[in-house]
Every structure is written in structure tokens, then in C-alpha cells.
């Protein structure tokens, strides 16, 4: 999989204030250098904003073409978010041409408080080249496009549309690095589901009769990469172990873990010599199913590399599920 979000303007009411405010209202550390105050300007919120839309670029490998449907990771942290914004580095020369295009689309758009603006910026900024030849680097805020139009734009940690920094001071808060590219691609990870096959059948369980599971395909491992020019991150996730949910409290046990087998095709289990294996106690009601779910966990780990790599950071586990229902019948036994 590879997704290249491109540099367009979105048409999203709802996060319009945000965005204006995020990249027309530039605060005073962005002139701090060259002794001039912060713009006073009032941000015309009723036209779209001017955002500038990440160059990251994502690469799956494995877990979309095994047959089954693949879904989003969903983290073991429920507390865990993908970043949806960051900053990014810019020369004199790249930041001029991005002013330039908001200044055209704000015309564009009809907008005169917009371009008002962005004439009032181009004209200081001129004045200074820019800063081109001194040393340091403009950094822009850049979104996520898929996580912008999601309605995740509110996760965004930073309201600085753009600043310069010289090279002599620390690096701001919120720059793209390593680590915030391994949190972008763990979010943009697709994991394999599997419905297990099951003995007996789904659609003839018994009760009293343990149900073992199995997968009839192996597992691959998955890994995304996230890049923007030369810096990557890698995230690696391997299936580690299979969760099964009964479906209802009439099982004894209502859930069984199994540890997956490495295999030379990838990852297995079958539990027919396991301890643990579903028993339903009590049969459907007429007419009716349980939902038996199948949850795999999966290990991941993150490099600074463009390349998947053993030996990576740990990072919080993953999982993806299916489901499928079970008939479960009562054995009926003729006495003679």
C-alpha cells in the first residue's frame, strides 16, 4: 500500500476556525529574530482554510492480500492517538512558494481578509529574503490529510501555523521525527482478520462437545513504513497469540488463549491438543446463533529505518477480530 497525500485545500466547515487560525494567526516567536512583532490580523473564518497537507507517504507490506478482510489496528492502549499534525522543515525557498499558493487561493476563494493578509506577510517577508542565507529553517504545520478529514482535526497539540527557527536554538516542539513517523504508521496499520475453522463445523456445534479451533492459512507478518525525504520509521507487527469469545455465558470456558506456532509459511495454532477449548453448555434458541470472535494480538516494534528490521522499540500491542456465528444443538441420542 502506498498513499501520498497531496497538497490540496480540504472543504470541511466543521474544522475551518482551526485551520484559519493555525496558519494566519503567526505568533511572535516567528519573528523574534528580526525584532518585529506578531501581525495583528483578523482571520476571516467564514472561507476555507489554507492548510498544508503532509508529503509523508505510507508502504504496507503483508496483510491485504491473504483473503481475508483486513481492518485498522486497534491498539491494547485505549488511551492512544495517531498524530494528526506536526511540523515541518522548510527552506526560504519552499516556504515562499507555499505563502504564494494560499495567497492565489485566498484570491481565488474571493477572500480579501485572507489576501490582505497574506500580502501583508509576503511584503515583510520579502523584506528579509525570507531568510535566505542565514542558518536556521522555517517549520510549517503540516496535517494528515486522512486523519484531518476523519474529524480528528480537535487531536492537533500545536495552534503556530509556521515559525523560524535559527539553527543556534533547540528544535521546537512538535517537529517530525522518527518516533512521530512509528506513531503515524501504527496508525495507518491494516491487520489480517481471520475466521478460524472450527471442529465441529459453525454451523453444527454440540453441546457438551469441545470446539477446537484452527487456522486452514498461515499468518504474515505486517509492517508499515512511514517516510518523508530521508527520515523513516519502520513498524513491525507479528502475530503472537488468538483469543477466542464463546459468545454467550452458556460456555464452559466462555474464552480460551493460544500462543501462535511459528511456521515456515508464518504464524499457526491449532488447539485440538490444547487445555483450553470452548465447550457450550446450552444450545440456541430457536432460530438463533452465538457470535464466536476470534482476537488476534500482535507484537509490535518500530525502527528508524525505510526497511522493516528485527530488534525494534517495542510499542503497544495490536489486534484485529472476527466474528462468526455458531449453531450449537443438543446430541440427540435414541435409547433402545
Known sequence: MRDRLTGHWPRLIAVTALCVSALLAVQTAAWADNERGAPTTTADTGNEGDTYFSHVTFTQRGGTDTGDDSQPVTSTNADFEPPVCWYESMTPVEFKAVLEKWYEEAGARGSGTEST????????????????????SWWVLAWDE????????????????????????????????????????????KLPTRKVTLNPVPQNQKVNLPTHVSFAAA????????????????????????????????????SCDYTFTPSGAGYVVNSADAGCNVTYRKANAAGGTYPLTAEITWHVTWTPTATPQPGGEAMDDGNSQSQQAVTVEEIQTVNR
Open 219 to 254: 499468518l504474515p507478518e505486517v509492517s508499515v513504513t512511514a517516510q518523508l525525504a530521508t527520515v523513516a520509521a519502520t513498524v513491525v507487527a507479528v502475530p503472537y497469540s488468538l483469543h477466542v469469545e464463546a459468545g454467550t455465558s452458556y460456555a464452559d470456558p466462555v
Open 146 to 189: 486522512d486523519a484531518l478529514n476523519s474529524g480528528n482535526a480537535s487531536s492537533c497539540l500545536y495552534d503556530t501555523g509556521w515559525l523560524w527557527q535559527p539553527a543556534a536554538n533547540p528544535v521546537p516542539a512538535g517537529v517530525l521525527t522518527p518516533e512521530v513517523l512509528a506513531q503515524a504508521a501504527y496508525g495507518r496499520m
Open 117 to 136: 493578509y497574506y500580502n501583508m506577510i509576503q511584503s515583510q517577508l520579502n523584506a528579509i529574503q525570507y531568510h535566505q542565507g542565514d542558518d536556521g
